[in-house]
């Protein structure tokens, strides 16, 4: 995603959509701007997990389906997003 907050942070815009075509996926060793490389499973059309492997510490914004949260990524140490039923 190019879109960043007010402060200048990256924003992580997980599955803005997925293909009706795709009911499940997986795809590793997506780089996101910030020195993010992303990590998705769908299934059914819908996220399920995403991690996240920054090459920097930092703080970013994850947006999942329009639901925002605040993370905080270690360099080098992955860390798991599990969205919540109905997010």
Same mark, same amino acid.
Request: proline fraction near 8%; include cysteine.
């Given at each position: 995603?190019?879109?960043?907050?007010?402060?200048?942070?990256?924003?992580?815009?997980?599955?803005?959509?997925?293909?009706?075509?795709?009911?499940?996926?997986?795809?590793?060793?997506?780089?996101?701007?910030?020195?993010?490389?992303?990590?998705?499973?769908?299934?059914?059309?819908? !996220?399920?997990?995403?991690?996240?492997?920054?090459?920097?510490?930092?703080?970013?914004?994850?947006?999942?389906?329009?639901?925002?949260?605040?993370?905080? !990524?270690?360099?080098?140490?992955?860390?798991?997003?599990?969205?919540?039923?109905?997010?």
């Amino acid at each position: 995603s190019h879109r960043r907050t007010p402060e200048g942070g990256y924003i992580l815009d997980l599955i803005p959509a997925l293909p009706a075509a795709w009911p499940a996926l997986r795809a590793t060793g997506l780089r996101a701007r910030g020195g993010v490389t992303v990590g998705l499973t769908c299934r059914d059309g819908k !996220l399920t997990e995403a991690q996240l492997l920054s090459d920097r510490d930092g703080a970013f914004t994850v947006s999942i389906k329009g639901h925002q949260q605040q993370v905080t !990524l270690v360099k080098g140490i992955p860390m798991i997003i599990t969205p919540k039923p109905g997010g």
